[in-house]
């Protein structure tokens, strides 16, 4: 499995979270990884690491078999054709991490029978702590098993239905910036109460990745873990009752609902301009 070479199209972000999570993962060395994109800047970044770069997305086709796009909506077309005709049946499998593009509008730019699995991690992918989403179609099943494989070692996986992938981009990809938002908030109050900013950003920190670690590893509910530090006329529920009022969790919700609503268009808008 981890003697197929990986080629990450479009090494943006999430494009070198990946690449630098498969490394730190122990699964992949860097001379296994091709990563491309159009900077050479960021690629001599890569390169003194030991991946193979290139700002050529045939040559890392040619040389890979698993192939992870992962470029922005707009670029997404272009890039299908550019590489389809390097695109080898029982060779190459893609795995897709472009928001909203979905399985059958990526596969109808191919004209051979290549597997794609959509695949939707996190940043935190960069320390195997991603959150990550898995969808594909039933002949593509053995395409799945290789791509779960592969992100089981970079944090968590689920495999879902493909309807639900953009919801999942708001959950997840999106969503961990809306709890880290939460955190800098945390840090933030805990300066005006009297710790210094880094004291006070490290001591948020842990106690969001201490809340984290209580509901996954005891499966308890958030509310249930709420209760054990909320006492009649107490500190805690009186925090939470005035966050409540200011609309704390509404407004989270909002925002995870805004991010699907505009994820389910930035494929359809590029393919209307």
Not at 80 to 107: F, M, P, R, Y
Not at 172 to 195: K, P
């Amino acid at each position: 499995m981890n003697k197929k070479k990986i080629a990450i199209l479009g090494c943006g972000n999430i494009g070198s979270a990946i690449a630098n999570g498969l490394v730190n993962s122990g699964l992949y060395k860097p001379s296994q990884i091709f990563v491309t994109r159009k900077s050479h800047e960021q690629l001599d970044k890569f390169s003194q690491k030991g991946f193979l770069t290139s700002s050529n997305n045939l040559e890392a086709v040619k040389k890979s078999e698993i192939i992870i796009i992962a470029v922005t909506p707009q670029q997404l077309d272009d890039l299908l054709l550019e590489i389809n005709d390097e695109l080898i049946e029982n060779k190459h499998i893609l795995l897709s991490v472009v928001t909203g593009a979905a399985i059958n509008q990526i596969k109808s730019k191919l004209t051979k029978k290549i597997p794609v699995v959509r695949v939707m991690p996190n940043t935190a992918i960069a320390i195997q702590e991603s959150m990550t989403c898995i969808s594909s179609h039933e002949e593509d099943n053995n395409a799945l098993e290789i791509a779960k494989y592969i992100f089981d070692q970079l944090g968590s996986t689920i495999v879902i239905h493909e309807e639900l992938m953009v919801p999942a981009t708001a959950l997840c990809a999106s969503g961990i910036a809306f709890f880290l938002r939460a955190i800098r908030a945390a840090s933030q109050g805990g300066i005006e109460i009297g710790f210094h900013a880094e004291d006070a950003l490290f001591m948020a920190s842990q106690t969001a990745k201490g809340a984290a670690s209580l509901i996954l590893k005891s499966g308890a509910h958030p509310e249930g873990e709420v209760d054990k530090v909320t006492t009649p006329m107490g500190i805690t529920i009186s925090g939470l009752n005035q966050m409540e009022h200011a609309g704390f969790s509404s407004s989270l919700i909002k925002g995870i609902v805004t991010s699907a609503e505009k994820a389910k268009h930035l494929y359809s808008q590029k393919k209307e301009d």
